[in-house]
């Protein structure tokens, strides 16, 4: 859907995107992660085509990004916000209009989301008569009205109120399995671990490593491994314990383990004292930890 | 697809439009503009408190004369009171001044003259002291020429009051009479209102800007359409605000105007009317003269030059007014850049009365070449009669800064208005334009 290749920005002193290379897949549910100020909203920005790159290009599908593409992109900014003496119904008419909806299609779509998020009832209240989360609702439903191909969240679930962010979660995956593209930018890494299928990891302005979550995870995996025992057990040999702790299962202990504990799982299970036993993937946020530390680890593709 | 910057346009201009304060001074403005127009008349033509003054005219310099109106002059017989009796009697009675003529020795006019004494309840008025110094004056001018043998009715006779008639050279012969006074108050008040509604409404500019960023809806906004769009959509929607305002206001004015002379106080302008046409000469000559002056001012140059100024003068500033908007926060931290944006302007009015004075001097000129400043001062000097190509040259100049401008404005609002929890410095903006 989206392909950079080798997009740079500078600002005066800082490099916020250096040779950056990315490649968003038609369908995905892709995560931009990476701590503040790693460039994140610098290449949101791009894409939105708020500002242009120093260097390089921005494929949108097969074709050099347009500004008539603005039209087929939702973004919903970190710093988001209406007019707050505009109707709201008026307000999201404009704003479909803007990105080329004519009043008509916008008026029908527009009562159809607000059927959908029960917001009727709102059409002429002002912005600033309205909480926050039905704020934050509006907000949302101008952000997807125009069904968009590509749909870009910055930091979406900050400021969302736990009930919100649920609607709206739902609501998004609806729209990528409707066809949409989603695109998640945040540092919160964990918050968007189990909804997103790619990842782009962002630092300094560099790619750290980018591709399906899944195979990541598993390109990463270390050897933890984690035991849930009837009871608990305090010799595991010359396993490195990491953690162990009482849940309603048992004892759940998490270890380090040089190669595949085969004994170990032989052993237990014998002495029928293993309830539970998983290989623990590591999070985002662990591979991310490790990048900054060690560097990328090298792909061998047996 | 519809142009966006069209939406932007209408955005700008319905919201304004349909807010009660617009409707409001809408409406009021030419209600004020009336209530300027007639006020000063119904004062004019009001009865005035009537002050009595006592004199004590030892010389009998002013004896009887009664005063005027607003000032009755009331005499004390000389023989029987002094000084410090009259001022008891201005102490317990109803009197508002004493007016004190001592007569020396020998009514020794310049004795008269350097001794005269004037006694309020309060401190009295200017107006009061220079209409007795002009009573007294013309008395003791009279008393000097009885002593020194002159006839004052001969005096009165040489005494020329010459009035010179100017005009300005007409290209085919026919000369037209030169209109000072009217040219100068047409000049000032254009040249004001220019002022005026370029600081308006682009203060206007500045706070939609401002608006827009605050709620951050800005960013929404800029990933449909171009920064420069937004804020070119805004200046336009802002100027047909203007544009509906002004055509309303002339046009109340005008309906007020008519409906209260003709309704409302038809005595008072039909007594101007007459005075005019054919009460006393004086009013006369005087009628005839502002209608040929009138007749020679040429109001198409100047309604298409205010037209003209005022649009120049406002695409220039609201986009300098949106640059500024983009780069704060807050309102408060305008102030750092808006008073050097002003200063121009400010510049202008402060010597707009040296312009007038001296509409084709060479300050008069430059001020009118620099773009900041022209708006305002060619609008004063428009009146006078300019050579044309001061004015195209002059146009031409306003057109083009307003080009660089709005290119060097949208770069700094690109950038500003994604910048948030910074005090931006002067350095800083012209670092932007580099982005």
């Known amino acids: ?302 | 697809m519809s142009n966006p910057i069209f939406l932007i346009i209408q955005r700008e201009f319905l919201s304004r439009v349909r807010k009660k304060t617009f409707i409001l001074v809408t409406l009021i403005g030419p209600l004020a503009f009336a209530a300027l127009m007639i006020v000063p008349g119904l004062l004019a033509s009001m009865p005035e408190d009537n002050k009595r003054i006592v004199v004590l005219d030892e010389p009998s310099l002013l004896l009887p004369h009664e005063g005027k109106e607003q000032y009755t002059l009331e005499y004390l017989d000389p023989r029987e009171n002094d000084l410090e009796l009259a001022k008891d009697l201005l102490r317990d009675s109803e009197y508002d001044a004493l007016l004190y003529i001592p007569s020396g020795e020998n009514w020794d006019p310049d004795f008269i003259k350097n001794n005269i004494l004037l006694f309020g309840k309060e401190d009295p008025s200017m107006e009061l002291q220079g209409y007795l110094d002009y009573l007294l004056e013309e008395q003791i001018n009279q008393a000097k020429l009885l002593k020194n043998g002159v006839d004052p009715e001969i005096v009165a006779q040489i005494k020329t009051n010459v009035n010179i008639k100017s005009f300005t050279l007409g290209e085919e012969g026919n000369d037209e009479q030169s209109a000072v006074p009217i040219k100068m108050a047409l000049g000032y008040i254009t040249g004001m209102l220019i002022y005026f509604f370029i600081f308006f409404y682009s203060v206007q500019v500045m706070r939609g800007v401002m608006e827009e960023k605050s709620s951050r809806i800005v960013e929404v906004i800029i990933s449909s359409v171009r920064p420069y769009q937004l804020m070119m959509g805004k200046i336009l929607g802002i100027g047909l605000v203007g544009v509906l305002q002004f055509i309303i206001w002339i046009g109340l004015s005008g309906v007020l105007y008519t409906v209260i002379s003709t309704l409302i106080f038809p005595e008072l302008f039909a007594e101007q009317a007459a005075a005019g046409i054919a009460g006393n000469p004086a009013a006369d000559t005087v009628g005839l003269e502002v209608m040929d002056m009138l007749r020679s001012v040429n109001f198409t140059t100047i309604i298409t030059g205010f037209a003209f100024y005022f649009f120049g003068g406002y695409f220039l500033y609201s986009a300098l007014f949106a640059a500024v908007g983009s780069a704060v926060d807050q309102e408060a931290d305008s102030q750092q850049f808006m008073l050097p944006v002003t200063i121009p302007m400010i510049l202008a009015i402060i010597t707009a009365m040296n312009v007038i004075q001296e509409p084709n001097g060479s300050l008069a000129f430059w001020m009118s070449m620099i773009p900041l400043t022209s708006p305002i001062t060619m609008m004063i000097r428009l009146p006078f009669g300019i050579p044309l190509w001061e004015v195209f040259l002059s146009g031409a100049i306003l057109v083009a800064t307003f080009f660089i401008v709005v290119g060097l404005a949208g770069k700094i609002y690109r950038v500003g208005i994604l910048m948030y929890g910074k005090k931006v410095t002067w350095k800083e903006l012209f670092k932007w334009l580099k982005y």
């Open chain 1, 1 to 302: 859907m989206i392909t950079a290749k080798k997009v740079t920005k500078e600002y005066s002193a800082k490099r916020a995107l250096d040779a950056v290379d990315l490649c968003i897949p038609k369908g995905s549910i892709y995560g931009l992660l990476g701590p503040n100020g790693a460039g994140k909203t610098s290449f949101i920005r791009i894409m939105n085509q708020i500002t242009a790159p120093d260097h390089g290009d921005v494929y949108f599908g097969a074709e050099l990004l347009r500004p008539i593409d603005i039209a087929r992109i939702g973004y919903l900014p970190e710093e988001r916000g209406l007019y707050k003496k505009m109707k709201v119904g008026e307000q999201v008419l404009y704003l479909a209009r803007l990105k080329g909806l004519t009043t008509n299609e916008a008026k029908s779509k527009a009562k159809e989301w607000f059927e959908r998020l029960e917001m009727t009832g709102w059409w002429d209240k002002k912005v600033e008569d309205l909480s926050k989360g039905m704020a934050q609702k509006v907000q949302f439903v101008t952000t997807v009205l125009h069904e968009p191909e590509l749909l870009i969240f910055d930091e979406p679930f900050t400021g969302f109120d736990p009930i919100n962010t649920n609607l709206i979660k739902n609501e998004i995956k609806r729209l990528n399995e409707n066809g949409a593209t989603v695109i998640f930018s945040t540092h919160r890494m964990e918050s968007v671990e189990e909804i997103c299928d790619h990842i782009g990891l962002i630092d300094n302005g560099k790619v750290m490593i980018e591709g399906n979550l899944l195979e990541i995870r598993k390109h990463y995996k270390d050897g933890t491994f984690a035991f849930t025992t009837r009871t608990s057990i305090s010799d595991w040999g010359k396993h490195e314990v990491l953690s162990q702790k009482e849940d309603p299962m048992g004892y759940r202990t998490v270890l380090k383990a040089v190669a595949f504990p085969k004994d170990l799982v032989i052993s237990l299970s014998q002495k029928e004292a293993l309830v539970a036993f998983e290989e623990v993937l590591p999070t985002v946020n662990d591979i991310f930890i490790e990048i900054v530390k060690n560097g990328p680890k090298p792909w061998n593709h047996e």
